[in-house]
């Protein structure tokens, strides 16, 4: 490959082409000199040094901008083939000039844009409808890529298609609402609305509200057992959870849990249900078919427990202390407390990504508190600080895209987009 082919590289690099316009050339550069690189006898073009011998700073950028590249495939070439162009392309052009990342704007972020040092960046921001109050937690269908969040502050439900990053909806009459759970084959979306004392039932198809069902004094976090038909729903105040059949969409009891409920989740592999009971440092099991408790474990090494996120294929359990801010991992075999970490103030919402082994905990302090999963040992990685009221999360572990609905950015909501700055 000659050398101008790099500088015709760089010059693009430089102009801020949008990476697809890239990767056609980078994928050109790649092939030429692919073999010599596994070999570990690659050398730059007209630089006598060695690959990987530049500056790393660029190299860490670079693998973030590959983490923007959207319909790569349509143009022939796989993620591979990108991230190795572009870092090949950085790190020559690192030997030869100074470079500096792109500034991004407060509302929309340049795609481009890296924080050296930190686990996310910012993609953009959406601006949202409505007033800057708060929201709460969120539904991700991986299927359609739509996102479903609860705007509490002005009780509204809000539709977005992660995938074209376009507003779908913004769904009204549902106060204070709180917990929004998706069941992609039912096609049914289910939200609790403590204003009204009741879960809300909405076509996914329509989006329209097709029933509302009581659930007790404060509704808020659901989980759905699929083999009975059932969601079970946390009445915090009122100290039970609540039960619905699915498919005649009627409550069907409910289940005294000795205390304030924090989240509820199902586990697919015990087919239970297990709810924090955050007065009393419990973690309570519910058989799904006879609606009864079959166990009580003492969550040890925390107060308060409210955020809770199962983790089945490893058969762990998180728990988010909101007392002392804490975080506990749970071995789901024996329900011992195995780890007990610091976040910061107030946790609240878990998310997961499955593709990353990677565990986010938004808290009401403005931060996202980041750790990594090694078989079931909880790395922390870094305090995040994001925006305030940042205590709702959720993420894509496809594309590893994390949202976070933020009530006041400059006066308004926004829905902010963000990316891991490397791989792991």
Known sequence: MAASSWDKLFARL???????????????????????LLLRDFRVPGTHKPFGGHKSGVAEWTLGLVFDIKGVEEHGMNRTLSLLGIVLAA??????????????????????????????????????????????????????????????????VVVFDAGNRKLIASLAGLPNVTGVLVVP?????????????????????????????????FPDGLAYAPEVGKVFVSDERGGQETVIDVHDLRRTGSIDLGGEVGNTQYD??????????????????????????????????????????????????????EGDSKLL????????VIQVLSTSPGPDVLAFDTGLNRLYVATESDVVSVFHL??????????????????????????????LPLKNINGHPVLRIMKPTVPL
């Open 268 to 321: 697919p592999v015990s087919h239970q249900i297990l709810a924090n009971v955050q007065t009393q440092n419990h973690l309570v099991v519910i058989d799904p078919k006879t609606e009864k408790i079959v166990a009580r474990h003492d969550l040890a090494g925390g107060e308060g427990p409210h955020g809770l996120l199962i983790l089945a294929s490893n058969r762990l359990a998180f728990a988010a202390c």
């Open 374 to 403: 090694k078989g079931k040992v909880l790395e922390k990685m870094e305090d995040f600080s994001m925006a305030p009221n940042a205590h709702t999360i959720s993420v894509d572990s496809e594309t590893h895209e994390v949202y």
């Open 91 to 156: 790190n020559a052009w690192a030997a030869t000039a100074e470079f500096t990342a792109p500034q991004s704007s407060a509302t929309e972020p340049s795609p481009l844009s890296v924080t050296p040092g930190h686990t996310l960046r910012t993609v953009m921001d959406i601006p949202l409808p409505g007033r800057p109050t708060r929201f709460d937690y969120q539904a991700f269908d991986p299927k359609t890529k739509t996102l479903y969040f609860s705007h509490m502050g002005d009780g509204q």
């Open 329 to 336: 991992v749970v071995d789901l075999e024996t329900f011992a």
């Open 14 to 36: 430089e102009s801020g082409q949008h990476l697809p316009q890239v990767a056609e050339l980078a994928q050109e550069l790649v092939i030429s000199h692919l073999s010599a």
């Open 185 to 217: 084959e039912l096609h049914r979306l289910f939200a609790s609305v403590p204003g009204n004392h009741e879960v809300a039932v909405i076509d996914t198809d329509s989006l329209k509200v097709i029933a509302r069902i009581p659930a007790g004094k």
